[in-house]
């Protein structure tokens, strides 16, 4: 029998976080309830471990336990999104979760299970490694959803979130047996090489990639699969929206990605033309209902749609530098909602309450900061030039162009200024309408300052010197066997 | 050192209101004095340097000067690269000379006065960087973030429809940058398919196009001009794309009002000069008599309608879509006059209805109403500031001697050796601009005083004599000594005029 070979550096990052949100939740009942904080504190430790860890990763790049883990730049870069996307979500739920009375060792952990979950889906050569993942992530991901278990609202959020993930979860299973039925294995790049034979059951594998998408496309709530996510978003608790939105999307691309550029080349004109369609839809649909949302929370929930739309059109590009755009978007994407979203915490106090744009009214003559952080963020979803969410969107209509898809990056344009309509909405009611209320039970917390200026920075520094991390992002996807 | 000087002088010019801005961030919102004394200052400053310009500028050169070339996204060619020619020139200084006349007529803004002051200084920014940006990257991230500050400008200080009217604003400026940013991708790629080189540098691509290393398609180029068409039509603004023009003046505060009409218009038709008719001869030529028609029906539509406005500002606002009719109309005559007159008219637009705009300002801090019929006999009370409206008044409907005059004469001799009736029809334009001007300032300064509220008008004091001082000198000057403003023009636009010509001639013979 032969042994696989075991190299623990090669899956650090993720063993870490299991280790640390095992710990976390065996320490807290020992903790007396006022220090449980300090697990808020733990968990951050744990996700500065991970990231040394993910720094040592580098010398190990390969193939690992049987083919079922691969190694390559690619992993790294999403590892270090991940990292930064938990890390940020930490920050932001510290002093809500003191503040809603919430359990908080456990919301640590299941953070911290989400984040491995993602990285063993960054990582995975293998669909069955992948749906483990995709599993670790999803069930710490509907709890997540339902944290807050006494309000409706995040009960409902958690029970759709459930019922549909587990639905695209069983597509992906489909997906994986019927490749496994023309390939004889559920290995990406035994897939690859098996495609490439020419009496290959080729109708077989086309059915398993569309289901194989559509779990996907589900996961990263582009149309027409995402109507579960306002819902979804509205319901669950400010922070945890802010991850759903970043983390799981982020995840779900790594995932779309890796497959399809992997084990799926062979079919690359036919899922270019559907990507073509979804995005198209997806930019549209998100951008334009967005539009009409009242309650903040729901608008950037459309918004996400709508951001995951422009991911899904340098997708389509499908050449290496659209995949490093996406690749370069999805962590711009990520700075600048969190950042908005962490606001968005800040603001709704206690439950939840204060989310609709109404409730904004006047911020800027009364918290001149927060007003002058939202807007920044908001003007980078938007895209304005100097921000992340410019280059990103710049990165990905110039990979479109590139690849002949001149209408389709028109739509995304166009889209664009549609955009411009409601982010600018927020700005209105912080600037430009009376303050209904004085903002003076707002607490400026040292956690949430923290996470406010890291995501600033963020989107500041990838909107101005974008150079460098490009060319990261270009060179992880290089790395992905081909 | 004038060596290094001279080679960062339009980073220099370019970024030191933002520097100003960056102060001003860290100064307490409560100390509304030195918040205005750094603006005017880092502002003033920024015209210091900008002289510089002019000082070294060699006029006989028709390339670029001053370049600065700095790699960015070296992966993908984009550059930091500005430089300036004949025809920029003096755009950056009307930018460097307005933005403080602009901030000395904020002094009525104490709410919120910090954040005003530093959009003001940011939308300076913005604006030189438009008029230096020789990358189309750049240009075109200059061209977007100016909107941010002015719409906050218009949104947070401007009237009562200000929410609305700055909404209109940005959206309508947004769908045409957007659609540029698509040609621009896709010049960038033409041009890296056709010579290996992929560069968003905008000289580097001229030179293929100049030498016929890259050559488009003719459908190809129509779609492209429409994309850059379009996004500078509905800035400069040309009819019918002037609808957000009217409500973002209104709305807007004077100070905004100033840099809109002196500076932000110039950049549409600034986009036309440097871009459409460069990258696109073919089809400017192709397209030049529909240009030229919305041109002159802007000229005679927007001075009725200018003629008929009960509220002063509204009626700068229309006389400018029909003033900026002419640029058009002259920039399209392919002409060397025509768009020297153009370049020239650009200038004395941004003086005269910059002053215009100042003055109505005054009265508005005083009076808070700019409906013409509550005035009427202003100048028993204030001579002075009667005097000046009738200089600036004269100066923007073209009496000789004044600046208004030569821009206008050129763009019509230049429009006559093309067409004779659209020159005779332009022509009207200028009688009628007298018609409303006159008409208006008839109102406004004789007769008696009917309303006893304007009997107690002060005239104007220290600071707004400094703002309009400046203005009157350039005004006699520009009228009297053109050609100290035409001279350095004339390099660049020769080379302007040689460009589209050899192309008309080649289309001639060859409309395909």
Redesign the interface.
């Known amino acids: 029998m032969n042994i696989p070979a075991v190299n623990i550096a090669s899956i650090g990052a993720a063993l870490v976080l299991a280790v640390v949100g095992i710990v976390i939740m065996v320490a807290e009942p020992f903790l007396p309830r006022a220090q449980r904080w300090l697990t808020g504190w733990l968990a951050l430790g744990g996700v500065a471990v991970a990231a040394l860890a993910t720094y040592r990763m580098q010398g190990h790049h390969g193939l690992w336990y049987s083919n079922l883990w691969d190694l390559d730049d690619f992993t790294i870069f999403f590892h270090y999104v991940f990292l930064f996307i938990v890390g940020l979500t930490i920050l932001a739920s510290m002093d809500f979760i003191t503040r809603e009375g919430l359990p908080q060792g456990e919301y640590y952990a299941l953070l911290l299970f989400a984040c491995t979950g993602m990285m063993m889906m960054s990582g995975a050569n293998d669909l069955m490694m992948i749906f483990l993942g995709l599993e670790i992530l999803s069930i710490a991901t509907y709890v997540l959803a339902g944290f807050r278990r006494k309000d409706l609202k995040s009960n409902e959020s958690a029970l759709k979130y459930f019922l549909l993930g587990s639905f695209a979860s069983a597509f992906f299973l489909y997906g994986t047996a019927l490749i496994f039925g023309a390939t004889n294995s559920t290995n990406l790049i035994v897939i690859r090489e098996a495609l490439k034979v020419p009496n290959v059951e080729i109708t077989l594998a086309f059915l398993s990639a569309a289901l194989i998408l559509i779990a996907l496309c589900f996961k990263v709530a582009v149309a027409p699969f995402h109507v579960w996510t306002p819902d979804v978003y509205e319901g669950a608790p400010s922070p945890v929206t802010g991850f759903m939105s970043a983390g799981p999307k982020a995840a779900g691309f790594a995932v779309l990605f890796r497959i399809f550029l992997v084990a799926f080349p062979a079919l690359q004109d036919r899922w270019s033309d559907a990507l073509w369609v979804i995005a198209a839809l997806t930019m549209i649909l998100g951008n334009v209902i967005a539009v009409a949302q009242p309650n903040l929370k729901r608008m950037l929930a459309y918004s996400s749609i709508a951001h995951a739309g422009y991911v899904a059109v340098a997708f389509a590009a499908s050449s290496p530098r659209g995949v490093s755009a996406a690749l370069f978007y999805l962590l711009a994407y990520s700075a600048m909602n969190l950042g908005a979203f962490t606001i968005v915490t800040i603001l709704s106090r206690s439950e939840d309450r204060l989310v609709t744009l109404n409730d904004y009214a006047g911020l800027a003559a009364k918290r001149p900061g927060l007003a002058a952080l939202l807007s920044l963020f908001l003007i980078s979803l938007a895209g304005v030039p100097g921000t992340a969410g410019f280059a990103g969107k710049f990165f990905i209509f110039r990979a479109a162009v590139e690849s002949g898809y001149v209408w389709l990056t028109v739509i995304g344009v166009v889209t664009t200024v549609v955009s411009f309509y409601y982010y600018l909405s927020v700005i209105v009611q912080m600037y430009m309408k009376p303050a209904a209320e004085e903002f003076q039970d707002l607490r400026p917390a040292f956690s949430w300052n923290i996470a406010l200026l890291i995501a600033a920075a963020g989107t500041i520094y990838l909107g101005i010197f974008p150079s460098g991390m490009l060319e990261r992002t270009l060179s992880a996807v290089m790395s992905l066997p081909h | 050192m004038e060596a290094l000087i001279s080679s960062h002088i339009l980073t220099i010019v370019t970024f030191t209101p933002a520097v100003g801005a960056l102060l001003i961030l860290f100064l307490k919102?409560g100390r509304l004095r030195s918040i205005r004394a750094v603006a005017v200052v880092m502002a003033v400053l920024s015209f210091v340097f900008s002289l510089h310009l002019i000082a070294h500028f060699d006029n006989a050169n028709s390339e670029f000067q001053y370049v600065i070339n700095i790699p960015?996204?070296?992966?993908?060619g984009i550059s930091y690269s500005m430089g300036v020619d004949g025809i920029s020139l003096f755009l950056i200084l009307l930018t460097t000379l307005l933005t403080p006349l602009a901030l000395l007529a904020s002094w009525s803004i104490t709410d919120?006065a910090k954040?005003y002051f530093i959009f003001l200084l940011l939308l300076e920014t913005g604006m030189i960087g438009v008029f230096a940006s020789l990358d189309l990257?750049l240009f075109?991230?200059?061209w977007?973030?100016m909107?941010?500050p002015m719409?906050?400008l218009i949104?947070?200080w401007g009237g009562e429809r200000?929410?609305y009217a700055?909404?209109k604003f940005?959206?309508y400026t947004?769908?045409g940058g957007?659609?540029m940013?698509?040609a621009i991708?896709?010049l960038?790629?033409m041009h890296g398919t056709a010579t290996g080189i992929y560069t968003f540098s905008y000289p580097a691509i001229l030179q293929s196009l100049m030498t016929g290393r890259m050559i488009l398609a003719p459908n190809v180029e129509l779609l492209l001009f429409l994309a850059f068409f379009i996004a500078f039509a509905i800035k400069v603004p040309l009819f019918p794309f002037h609808t957000w023009l009217p409500d973002a003046h209104v709305e807007a505060p004077t100070a905004g009002s100033v840099l809109l009409a002196g500076v932000m218009l110039k950049m549409g038709t600034y986009g036309l000069v440097r871009f459409s008719l460069p990258l696109f001869p073919k089809i400017s030529h192709f397209l030049a008599p529909l240009i030229t028609s919305l041109a002159i029906v802007g000229i005679i539509y927007g001075a009725f309608v200018a003629m008929v406005q009960p509220d002063m500002k509204k009626l700068v606002a229309y006389s400018s879509v029909s003033h900026l009719g002419f640029i058009v109309l002259g920039i399209f005559s392919f002409k060397t006059q025509g768009l020297e007159g153009a370049v020239f008219q650009m200038l004395n637009h941004g003086v005269s209805t910059g002053a215009l705009f100042l003055l109505v300002g005054m009265i508005y801090e005083r009076r808070h109403t700019r409906s013409i019929d509550e005035f009427g006999g202003l100048a028993h009370r204030m001579p002075l500031y009667a005097g000046v409206f009738l200089i600036v008044t004269l100066s923007s409907i073209g009496l000789p001697g004044l600046n208004g005059f030569v821009g206008e004469f050129l763009i019509l001799l230049g429009t006559f050796g093309v067409s004779h009736g659209r020159a005779a029809l332009a022509a009207t334009g200028v009688i009628l601009s007298a018609v409303y001007m006159l008409w208006m300032y008839q109102r406004v300064i004789w007769g008696e005083i009917t309303n006893v509220k304007n009997e107690l008008l002060n005239d104007m004091n220290l600071r707004e004599k400094l703002m309009i001082i400046p203005l009157l000198i350039l005004m006699v000057w520009m009228g009297m000594y053109s050609s100290h403003f035409l001279r350095p023009m004339d390099a660049a636009v020769a080379r302007l005029v040689q460009r589209v010509e050899k192309q008309n001639v080649e289309f001639a013979l060859n409309p395909k």
């Open positions: 919102r960015w996204i070296p992966s993908i919120r954040e990257f075109y991230v200059f977007e973030v909107l941010v719409y906050f949104g947070v200000r929410i700055a909404m940005v959206l947004m769908i957007v659609l940013l698509v991708i896709s960038y790629f």
